[in-house]
């Protein structure tokens, strides 16, 4: 039967919403091997490419692999295995078959959170890469990550330094180590968790399989934690599908002056929530979570004392986010409610609009659903809401008016 699963995870020219598609319209890939040219006509997105691939039937691939997994001691698994990621299993486009190296977590029980961003990072974008996937780590939750150079690599080294489980997904086979410089992170990774991909043993790393992995990391995310990425970064890719997929898209600000914030501070202006600590990351997952999400500020959750090298003075005095900034919106007023009318005045007609879609506290949802502005607006306008002191988030993806 699995023989089945790699012929069809393996056909060329046959996407994978036309996978997904074939697997809701039969019962398994044996079923699609034998089925009429006829039968197949009627799945929908079927292309006429993906129609030919189809009628191949030589088992002579799917051979090769299942023999190399067994000798690379790389583990399979299908889409309708119980162990398969549900998170995953629910987006349009999910790969039908897995290949995978380690130990795989029980992910759906875990609060996931996948940590992106560039690979010529800042030292600052280092340096809080790493926090955070320790934060994150320490703090209950599985980081998912890239295992690429830069912020990826950083954010599985300051997870995985918490002795615990992490998931590097690749763009090229399970056993194939790219970056090679990362041949210890990889090594890490296996032994305390799992190296995952889409693509059988022995793809190469080709530029095109990274975009189609980015949609894996936020797929099996509750959350995808933007550290620092310039205007045109794959960062930004997996950013719009996790929001296609409907994921939380955290950002950490940076300095509007280094080119290397340029995207990911554009992704605060569109709606993407502001986090300075990996507590305000686990803050969201609380009530989803109950019990498992210790969140702590110990040692742990502090950057590792193996720093990145020093590059240039003007990136090592790149401005962090002031503790003292943070306080003030933060912090509650005093005082009861404030008049609705007297806190109307002071905002604009769209930020009024979701101002009273809040009432006294609710779901983000259900703010969305109310103010009838599109989602995208509307989290932008809670940013604004928030920052100007009017509101403030509360476990759980709730909203409430300030005292």
Excluded at 31 to 51: C, H, I, K, N, W
Excluded at 303 to 325: F, G, L, M, Y
Aim: proline share 6%; charged share 25%; aromatic share 6%.
């Amino acid at each position: 039967m699995l023989l089945y699963w790699l012929w069809l995870a393996n056909r060329p020219n046959v996407s994978d919403g036309v996978k997904c598609a074939l697997m809701r319209q039969f019962s398994d890939p044996q079923d699609v091997y034998f089925a009429s040219e006829e039968e197949l006509r009627q799945v929908p997105g079927m292309t006429r490419q993906a129609l030919e691939a189809l009628k191949g039937r030589d088992m002579e691939e799917a051979e090769k692999i299942l023999e190399d997994c067994a000798r690379l001691n790389i583990q399979v698994l299908t889409m309708k295995d119980d162990r398969y990621p549900q998170r995953l299993r629910g987006i349009y486009d999910a790969p039908v078959l897995l290949y995978y190296k380690g130990t795989l977590p029980e992910i759906d029980r875990l609060a996931s959170v996948g940590v992106v961003g560039t690979r010529k990072p800042s030292v600052y974008g280092l340096q809080m890469a790493q926090r955070m996937g320790a934060a994150l780590a320490s703090g209950g939750a599985l980081v998912v990550s890239g295992l690429a150079k830069g912020i990826d690599g950083a954010a599985m080294l300051g997870a995985l330094n918490q002795g615990v489980a992490a998931v590097g997904v690749l763009g090229c086979g399970a056993d194939v180590v790219y970056p090679k410089s990362n041949r210890e992170l990889f090594l890490q990774t296996e032994c305390q968790g799992c190296i995952l991909t889409e693509y059988a043993p022995g793809t190469p790393p080709h530029g095109w399989n990274f975009p189609r992995r980015n949609r894996i990391i936020s797929g099996l995310s509750c959350g995808v934690v933007v550290v620092e990425a310039p205007e045109k970064s794959g960062a930004l890719l997996t950013a719009r599908m996790a929001l296609d997929q409907g994921r939380d898209v955290f950002v950490i600000p940076g300095n509007v002056d280094m080119p290397g914030f340029v995207g990911s501070n554009r992704l605060l202006r569109d709606g993407a929530i502001a986090v300075s600590t990996g507590e305000d990351v686990l803050m969201e997952y609380e009530g989803l979570y109950p019990g498992k999400l210790p969140r702590t500020r110990g040692p742990k959750a502090e950057i590792p004392k193996s720093q990145p090298p020093k590059t240039d003075r003007a990136e090592e005095k790149a401005p962090v986010p002031k503790k003292s900034d943070d306080k003030t919106i933060d912090k509650a007023l005093s005082g009861p409610y404030s008049d609705l009318k007297e806190t109307a005045g002071s905002l604009s007609p769209e930020e009024q609009q979701v101002y009273s879609a809040i009432g006294e506290e609710c779901l983000v949802d259900q703010v969305i659903a109310s103010a009838g502005l599109g989602a995208g607006k509307v989290l932008s306008i809670l940013t604004m809401l928030e920052l100007k002191g009017k509101i403030c988030r509360l476990p759980g993806k709730r909203v409430a008016r300030k005292r």
